[in-house]
């Protein structure tokens, strides 16, 4: 019962969060320039990335649909060098604020395509760690933050949804080791998962929708 409450409190901030949040993206996509956006996406990122945002290498990840605030505050931090990546620096260094705002609002505007769960033997402790956390090591539930089916809360916390396992492993990894250090919360949370658990919720987290 605690679980379902805690879901339902969950979803219903998510849901007043959403509602602000669509009517600020409304305001600002409106200012943003979504055919530079695809322009500059198309010319810097689509290599990497894929042409619709949707990426077809493991290790990069998939961008569409992702909430606009949260791309332009990952390029700002590469361009700023607060989070390092030796292409993304680079590639992000080259960008203006209007160029951020209009390749993060083009993308929200691409559908995400779904991903798939590939590891049998971790998915369910993926699925058990993402829903309820590790409550004897004060491991937070994934979902109260990045909602039960991964959609994420917009402007707060990223969309997780269908995201490559490889690429979450990686990030997750890297929270955890104080290589990145743009987010304390998932600095604290990562530091606290052993490297099977991070597998697990990353395997999971690929096949959420």
Not at 19 to 33: G, H, L, M, P, Q
Not at 132 to 150: E, K, V
Not at 165 to 185: C, H, I, K, M
Request: aromatic share 6%; hydrophobic share 45%; net charge positive.
């Amino acid at each position: 019962m605690k679980l379902i409450a805690t879901f339902t409190v969950a979803a219903a901030l998510a849901t007043a969060v959403f509602s602000s949040f669509a009517n600020e993206t409304a305001a600002v996509s409106a200012k943003a320039d979504l055919a530079k956006g695809e322009a500059s996406f198309g010319t810097v990122c689509a290599a990497c990335h894929a042409p619709d945002g949707n990426s077809l290498i493991p290790v990069n990840p998939k961008l569409a649909q992702q909430h606009p605030q949260y791309i332009v505050k990952q390029l700002t931090e590469f361009k700023a060098g607060k989070r390092e990546n030796a292409v993304m620096n680079g590639m992000a260094a080259a960008l203006s604020e209007d160029d951020m705002k209009n390749i993060a609002y083009w993308l929200a505007s691409k559908k995400a395509t779904p991903g798939a769960s590939n590891d049998k033997d971790l998915v369910l402790l993926g699925e058990k760690i993402y829903r309820g956390g590790i409550a004897d090591r004060q491991i937070p539930a994934c979902a109260g933050c990045h909602s039960p089916n991964g959609a994420g809360i917009p402007a707060q916390y990223p969309r997780l949804s269908g995201q490559h396992a490889e690429y979450a492993v990686v990030q997750l990894t890297a929270f955890r080791d104080g290589v990145r250090n743009n987010s304390p919360q998932m600095t604290q949370i990562a530091a606290k998962l052993n490297d099977r658990e991070i597998k697990a919720v990353a395997d999971y987290i690929a096949g959420l929708h």
